[in-house]
């Protein structure tokens, strides 16, 4: 069973936009991370937030976390076409001692 | 060179057959995950073991197996009795089971 959920499922946008994917969770959770996958490749992870953050930032990324509303957002700024990839969420559910997996947001950054 | 690897990266197998895929890791990690991944899909758990000696059935574990007899490796075997083996499988490694996870590249697996 899924605990995260993103939303857009595809995004296509031009080069130099900003693109902002969200996800949201069913129970309350330690923390939040955001992973992105190439075609054809392994995951990477790019960004950890606790449950007692709200914002973080690395680099062009920006992720939000809102507790009360059970979501997140990854803020992608001036966007490149070598971010074109998949981007999942993962969740570590309160009571539970492993990372849940969204169906994650296919971004696709047009040149 | 730390990291995560995976062997075959491709892997053609003929319906009946049993195949293992490798993955191995000098990142010295306790947790190790197996996932499978259909096209345009999220990751699903296969098999997941925290500690050598121990592992614990994810949510699709019916048709698979795995071992742990040594930290670095964690070995998956597609039985015969998965229906529908074709898919995108990782692997992947982790401190803790709540950690940052490392993955390796894939292994594409085919049933011809």
């Known amino acids: 069973s899924q605990q995260g959920e993103e939303d857009p499922q595809a995004l296509s946008i031009q080069e130099g936009e900003n693109a902002t994917m969200n996800c949201s969770y069913k129970?309350?959770?330690?923390?939040l991370q955001w992973y992105r996958q190439n075609s054809g490749r392994g995951l990477v992870h790019l960004i950890l937030i606790r449950s007692n953050e709200r914002e973080k930032h690395s680099g062009r990324l920006r992720v939000t976390l809102d507790t009360s509303k059970k979501s997140s957002s990854l803020l992608i700024t001036a966007s490149r076409a070598a971010d074109t990839a998949s981007y999942f969420c993962?969740?570590?559910?309160?009571?539970?001692?492993?990372?849940?997996f969204g169906g994650g947001t296919r971004l696709m950054v047009k040149p | 060179d730390g990291g995560i690897t995976q062997s075959p990266k491709y892997l053609f197998r003929k319906e009946g057959q049993n195949v293992t895929l490798s993955c191995e890791q000098n990142?010295?990690?306790?947790?190790m995950y197996w996932y499978r991944q259909d096209p345009g899909q999220g990751l699903r758990l296969i098999y997941y073991s925290q500690i050598v000696n121990d592992f614990q059935k994810g949510d699709i574990a019916e048709g698979y197996s795995v071992s742990r007899e040594k930290k670095e490796s964690f070995p998956l075997t597609v039985t015969s009795a998965q229906k529908n083996p074709t898919a995108f499988y990782l692997c992947a490694s982790s401190i803790g089971p709540l950690g940052t996870q490392y993955f390796g590249p894939g292994t594409r697996l085919t049933v011809l």
């Open positions: 129970t309350s959770i330690n923390n």
């Open positions: 990142l010295n990690h306790d947790a």
């Open positions: 993962a969740t570590d559910a309160d009571a539970g001692n492993m990372l849940t």
